[in-house]
């Protein structure tokens, strides 16, 4: 193996904390990656990795090896964007979003990016979870809540707000509550695997209200929640984006808003280190493009 790659192998160890994850995203069997870092603290003379069977972590050398590494990778990308199309981006370029929020607000963003740049193909991989950058391979992920501590690189792009809605047939019926308490005589939708707490929900700006509940229908699709809450089964709590349209049409109604939870934050999200040019042109594309729309909350 070449030094070059060596130093990029081992990067991709020390980013991902682990030698299972680095050989995922190199396309290496585990073996592998383990007897190239051997080789390259043979090289050195100096071990870079604290190992143990439960931890990874840098030694000093580690430390010093991963920050001048970087800059070298950052350096021969710069050289290779230079020289490849007079600095055009190229390359795979793979994202990740929410299922619905990604087919209504990403993908428009896409189709452009790829019409303004030839030498970039997309892979858009759209989870109603949240998955692993680092294991998956993935240059951007879009992140909607708050985001637990990681080493990810974020850029807040917006928010979005958390809403009630029902069917104007199932408030005929079952009447149009008027406050939180009167939840508790309505028939609920849950979305498994989607929302975070599928049997409560925390409203109010201090989001001090906690609604306890049994649903009646759970699914794990917004589209099927969808679907059940506009034929009149009974109130859904939703994305305000994943429910615009149909209120909009008049299909539900929004309800409560004087005690909906303060808005969630929309992130992009990026594996740490220096991120390649078409990554940081997409970024920057799919940030301007998204604070239009969610910049207002």
Do not use: C
Request: no cysteine; aromatic share 6%; net charge positive.
């Amino acid at each position: 193996m070449d030094r070059l790659a060596s130093i990029a192998l081992f990067v991709a160890v020390a980013e991902a904390d682990s030698f299972v994850a680095a050989a995922r995203k190199t396309g290496r069997s585990p073996a592998g990656v383990s007897r190239a870092i051997a080789a390259l603290e043979e090289v050195l003379g100096q071990r870079l990795f604290n190992r143990t069977t439960r931890a990874l972590s840098l030694t000093e050398a580690g430390e010093q090896l991963l920050a001048r590494g970087r800059r070298l990778l950052a350096e021969y990308d710069d050289m290779a964007d230079a020289l490849q199309g007079g600095g055009a981006p190229r390359g795979v370029l793979t994202l990740t979003a929410p299922v619905m929020f990604g087919r209504l607000h990403i993908m428009p963003i896409v189709r452009d990016f790829l019409g303004d740049f030839p030498g970039v193909d997309v892979n858009l991989l759209l989870f109603d979870r949240i998955v692993s950058l680092v294991d998956e391979a993935i240059d951007v992920g879009l992140r909607i809540g708050h985001l637990p501590d990681s080493s990810l690189i974020a850029l807040r792009v917006g928010a979005v707000r958390r809403v009630l809605v029902a069917a104007p047939d199932y408030l005929a019926r079952a009447g149009t509550p008027r406050n939180p308490d009167e939840l508790a005589e309505h028939v609920f939708i849950s979305t498994l695997g989607v929302a975070a707490t599928p049997s409560h929900w925390s409203l109010g700006a201090d989001e001090d209200r906690t609604i306890r509940f049994r649903p009646r229908l759970a699914v794990n699709s917004v589209d099927a929640a969808l679907d059940a809450a506009m034929s009149g089964l009974g109130v859904v709590r939703l994305f305000s984006y994943q429910a615009a349209e149909r209120i909009a049409q008049g299909r539900l109604v929004r309800l409560l808003q004087d005690f909906e939870p303060p808005p969630a934050p929309i992130h992009l999200v990026r594996p740490p280190g220096r991120a390649p040019r078409k990554t940081s042109l997409f970024i920057d594309r799919a940030a301007r493009a998204l604070r239009d729309k969610f910049g207002g909350e």
